[in-house]
Structures are given as structure tokens and as C-alpha cells.
């Protein structure tokens, strides 16, 4: 199935949940309560073995998620992604190579940047969203805003560590399109499969765009 490019990771939806998938089986149900939820973009981890399984399920199945690959850190991993259906791209860091490979894959992607020098570095190369990683322990909110003056072109998608209440904080921040986080997966729900909850914390994520708004 053929679907739509993205034009904007940051622009989709005020949260990306960032999904760790030990079952497959658990991708598609969970998807499906994400979108209706109000929360579209899925950046699933490629840190166990039922990833790539599980982008290739929602890809197939739930047409109104635009799901994505996180944890991304090798050209293999990238080309392997975009194989499995994936939309956009996420890397914790980048190099030359990962960036390359990045470019080259026809989808949008958000490399990860924790320095001023890392940020400058991707701006001279054209590239103006990033992902802000570890966020919290790189500075948080004090640190992207102190970058906001000097470095108006790059746009960032905080991750690591940001809670619901730290969400509001970040999304507040003009250099800010959106949040990466989990705390609408949380683990006891995920083990019982209480898809209705994840629906309902979703819900709850994608209202922070209203109450975060600006003019």
C-alpha cells in the first residue's frame, strides 16, 4: 500500500510515542488505540527482534498510523526500515555515514543532537529537525531555549526522560515541534494488553497541542 509522504515528523501530532515491541503480535491493537487516541506518528525502536515485524504489521494494517523506526544507528538498519514500510527515521546520534544513508532513504528523519556543536554541524548541511536526545539529561527545556536565540533554524523533537507534566514545558518552547515519549505506554497496561488505556493516555497527549498553542 502506497501512502502519502510526510512532510514533517515534528508536525504530525504533539507527542510520538516511542514503542518497545517484545511481540509483534502486539503492534497492529496497539497502533490502532495510538491513532485513535489522537496520536498518528509511531517511532517503534529497533531495540528487540520483533521490530522490524512490527513496523511491517502497522504499515499493512493500520493505514492511518505513519509509523517510523527509532533507534536507528547503521545504514542497514535504515534501508531495512524503509523495506518494512517505515515513514520517517530516528537515531539517537549520527556520524556521516548514518546521515548519509539517512538522506538517501526518501523518507524524513530526525538525527539526534545533545551539543551545540552537533546542531551547527547538521544545519550546515541543510538538515533543520532534529531529535534532542537524552533530553532531560542533556538540559531539558533551560538548554533548547538558551539555543532558540543563536540557532532560530533548527527545530527539535525533545526525548528522554519527558513526562506528561515536562511535555507542556517543552512544547511551550518555540524551537520545539514536538515531544518523543512513553509515558502513554506504560508497562502494566502493555502486559495486560488494556488497549482502552493506551486510547485514553493517548487522548490525553494529543490534547497538550491545544493547551500549548501558540499565536
Do not use: H, Q
Request: glycine residues 8%; negative net charge; hydrophobic residues 50%.
Amino acid at each position: 500500500m502506497t501512502s502519502a509522504p510526510v512532510a514533517s515528523v515534528l508536525d504530525l501530532a504533539p507527542v510520538i510515542p516511542v514503542v518497545v515491541l517484545d511481540d509483534a503480535a502486539d503492534a497492529v491493537p496497539l497502533a490502532r488505540a495510538l491513532v485513535a487516541g489522537g496520536l498518528p506518528a509511531i517511532e517503534v525502536t529497533l531495540r528487540t527482534p520483533a521490530a522490524m515485524e512490527a513496523i511491517r504489521a502497522i504499515a499493512a494494517e493500520v493505514p492511518d498510523a505513519v509509523v517510523g523506526a527509532g533507534t536507528v544507528i547503521t545504514a542497514d538498519a535504515v534501508a531495512g526500515s524503509v523495506k518494512a514500510g517505515a515513514r520517517f527515521l530516528v537515531s539517537p546520534g549520527w556520524t556521516e555515514a548514518l546521515l548519509t544513508a539517512m538522506r538517501d532513504s526518501g523518507v524524513p528523519f530526525l538525527p539526534g543532537v545533545s551539543t551545540t556543536s552537533e546542531v551547527v554541524a547538521l544545519l550546515e548541511r541543510g538538515v533543520t529537525e532534529m531529535k534532542f536526545f537524552p533530553a532531560e539529561a542533556a538540559g531539558g527545556t533551560a538548554y533548547l531555549k538558551s539555543l532558540a536565540g543563536p540557532l532560530p533554524g533548527a527545530r527539535f523533537c525533545p526525548t528522554g526522560g519527558v513526562t506528561a507534566e515536562k511535555a507542556l514545558s517543552y512544547l511551550a518552547l518555540p524551537n520545539v515541534g514536538c515531544v518523543g515519549g512513553t509515558w502513554m505506554l506504560p508497562a502494566d497496561a502493555l502486559a495486560a494488553k488494556d488497549w482502552d488505556r493506551v486510547e485514553s493516555l493517548a487522548r490525553e497527549a494529543s490534547a497538550l497541542r491545544e493547551t500549548t498553542r501558540r499565536p
